[in-house]
Nanobody, 114 residues
Framework: QVQLVESGGGLVQPGGSLRLSCAAS????????MAWYRQAPGKERELVAS???????YYADSVKGRSTISRDNAKNTVYLQMNSLNADDTAVYYC????????WGQGTQVTVSS
């Protein structure tokens, strides 16, 4: 069973930055498109960024220009660098494939507040 472990969240002031990490328990990231999702209170989980095995990226309009998704296949880890954070970015962040192939991890909480 593949396990996904997200980390790197926290409390940050508006305009700040965070780097989220997603570690996979098996060598999967080399062969899968990986994605970051987020779920704000009372809202559905939404995909915010994805990256193919050879580095082609996609960003939702809500994070485009402020975020960078990357991956380290040797470490089975996917990252999401988020800059210029605002209150709308407050959510629990998760990783998975775009087809949600794997069990969800516990996520990492990002709270943007002054």
């Amino acid at each position: 069973q593949v396990q996904l472990v997200e980390s790197g969240g926290g409390l940050v002031q508006p305009g700040g930055s965070l780097r989220l990490s997603c570690a996979a328990s098996r060598i999967i990231s080399r062969f899968y498109v990986m994605a970051w999702y987020r779920q704000a209170p009372g809202k559905e989980r939404e995909l915010v960024a994805s990256i193919t095995s050879d580095g082609v990226t996609y960003y939702a309009d809500s994070v485009k220009g402020r975020s960078t998704i990357s991956r380290d296949n040797a470490k089975n880890t996917v990252y999401l660098q988020m800059n210029s954070l605002n209150a709308d970015d407050t959510a629990v962040y998760y990783c998975n494939t775009p087809s949600r192939s794997f069990p969800w991890g516990q996520g990492t909480q990002v709270t943007v507040s002054s």
